[in-house]
Structure formats: structure tokens, C-alpha cells
């Protein structure tokens, strides 16, 4: 085997593109998946399909010859597997802030496994990112979305699924999807949002496998999925509002410690109290 190695550069980049707005140029709706793939395949399924069908939802939207009012940013991460590293980078760049730790064991920890830290501190682009949509659920068609608890775009996200029926994808669903890069968006109060996905094989054969290979990725449902993403970025920046959101994270209340329950006086003592008693 030959192997050759680059230790020239040994940091990570993420991939960004823009499909320029109209009007409304100033506000960012996102796009996006992760880039980098676990070791022991190539990333077929876990993301690169995932990031050809953005590129083609955006390229449906530009070779129309259509003109979205806000700007859509195709954004593609590296180091999602290692604790979405590279969204939450953009995050911190961009759009939201948390206090350093001060204690030294948070410190001594990387950084997605340190406790979350008060307040959040927005940055400009905080009030200009409308939302960001993620898909990482492998090689399946889209079905739909996970609202993340939103009820307001929950309403909304049905009303754009809604002539998709025929297809199936007209799913939304309040709950809230995990362990991928909308969670960095959603985090921080920017509304992100994950793509419902047919499973496939991807949880019980190639997810984080030596088979997440090209061959398992299926054509016909990838570009189903890019047709739809690309209604949904397309509603996201042309309505004349940015997408409603929920109310801003704050730190969670720490629950106050249970009182001791008073002991209920022995049944002898009370009767002396009240002058009670048998004989």
C-alpha cells in the first residue's frame, strides 16, 4: 500500500458558498452538512451524499434563472465526527459567543465535552441568519423535517411540504433531531433544523463502516432530496419575514434542595400537648 502523507497543514477548513440575494442580501438562510467522514470509509453516506444533494438543491435554484430575496449559504463542515467542531466554529465567528470556563478541569477538557457557559453573548450575523437546515441522516430521501420543538415553523414547514404529499415528504414532527451540526445553530437561539430521512441501511450497515462507500449511496433518492431541500431554502428566503424563533437559551435554574421533611411528633407526645390520653 502506498501512503502518503500531508503534515504540512494541520488544521481544518470549512467549505462556504453563497447564492447572492435580492432585497433582502443582508440575511443568510443556510444550508449544509458535514464534509469530513469517519476513517475506515470513504463518507459516502456519512455526508458526502448529503452535501452533493446542496449542491444540487442550489443549483436547481440558480439554473432556474430565480432570484431568492436573501442570500442562501451552502456551508459544508469539517469535524463534525470529532464534536461538531467546524459548525460550531462558525457559530462562535459569527453569530454567538459563551464565556470561557474558569474552572481549570472544564478547561483541561476539549471543547464539545465542556459545560455549556452563561449568557449568550449574539453577534451581528445573530439577527441576520434566518435558519440553518442540516442533512446527515445518510443516503435516504427526505421525508420531511424535525421542527425542534419550534411550533410556530412547525405550522409553517407543513404549508411548504404540503404539495409534496405525492412524494411523502410532507412529514414535520415537533421533535428534535440530534447528534448533528443544526444542534450548534439551535444552541446558541438560531432556528436549525434536520431533515427527516428514509433510514436505509445507514444505522445498521454503513454508519461509521468500512462500507460507506459510493456504491451505497441510491441515485433516485438523492436526487428527491435535493428537489425538495431546494423548495424548502427557496420559501425560507423568498417569505417576508426570517423564520420565528424560539425564546433565547438561558441558564437553567438549579433545583433547590428538597426540605427535610418535619417528623410527625410520637403519638404519646401529642396526647400530653392536648391533654389527650387514655389511662
Known amino acids: 500500500v502506498a ?29 449544509g452538512g458535514h464534509l469530513d467522514s469517519w476513517h475506515t470509509g470513504t463518507g459516502a453516506t456519512d455526508n458526502g451524499g448529503s452535501c452533493a444533494v446542496v449542491m444540487e438543491a442550489i443549483r436547481l435554484i440558480k ?52 459545560e455549556r457557559t452563561w449568557p449568550i453573548q449574539p453577534l451581528p450575523g ?27 415553523a412547525a405550522a409553517i414547514f407543513e404549508a411548504w411540504l404540503a404539495p409534496f404529499a405525492d412524494l411523502d415528504a410532507h412529514h414535520v414532527t415537533m421533535e428534535n433531531a440530534g447528534g448533528t451540526d ?52 427557496w420559501h425560507a428566503a423568498n417569505r417576508d419575514e426570517m423564520l420565528p424563533r424560539k425564546p433565547m437559551p438561558t441558564k437553567p435554574k438549579k433545583d433547590k434542595p428538597k426540605e427535610k421533611p418535619t417528623p410527625e411528633p410520637a403519638a404519646e407526645a401529642a396526647a400530653a400537648n392536648t391533654g389527650t390520653g387514655s389511662n
Open 126 to 152: 445573530h439577527k441576520t441568519t434566518s435558519a440553518y437546515f442540516n442533512t446527515d441522516y445518510g443516503t435516504g430521501r427526505v421525508r420531511g423535517l424535525y421542527a425542534q420543538e419550534n411550533a410556530a
Open 182 to 233: 443544526h444542534l450548534a445553530f439551535d444552541g446558541v437561539g438560531v432556528p436549525g433544523f434536520q431533515f427527516i430521512q428514509d433510514g436505509m441501511d445507514y444505522m445498521g450497515r454503513t454508519h461509521h463502516t468500512n462500507v460507506d462507500t459510493y456504491d451505497h449511496l441510491h441515485a433516485d433518492d438523492l436526487k428527491q432530496s435535493a428537489v425538495v431541500i431546494a423548495a424548502v431554502i
Open 63 to 114: 439554473d432556474s434563472g430565480l432570484k431568492p430575496r436573501r442570500t442562501i449559504r451552502a456551508a459544508f463542515w469539517s469535524g463534525e465526527e470529532q464534536g461538531l467542531l467546524g459548525s460550531r466554529d462558525y457559530v462562535k465567528r459569527y453569530l454567538a459567543t459563551r464565556p470561557e470556563p474558569t474552572d481549570p478541569e472544564q478547561l483541561a477538557l476539549p471543547t464539545w465535552a465542556r
Open 3 to 31: 501512503v502518503q502523507w500531508f503534515e504540512e497543514d494541520g488544521r481544518a477548513y470549512n467549505t462556504v458558498a453563497d447564492l447572492e440575494g435580492s432585497d433582502l442580501a443582508d440575511e443568510v438562510v443556510i444550508v
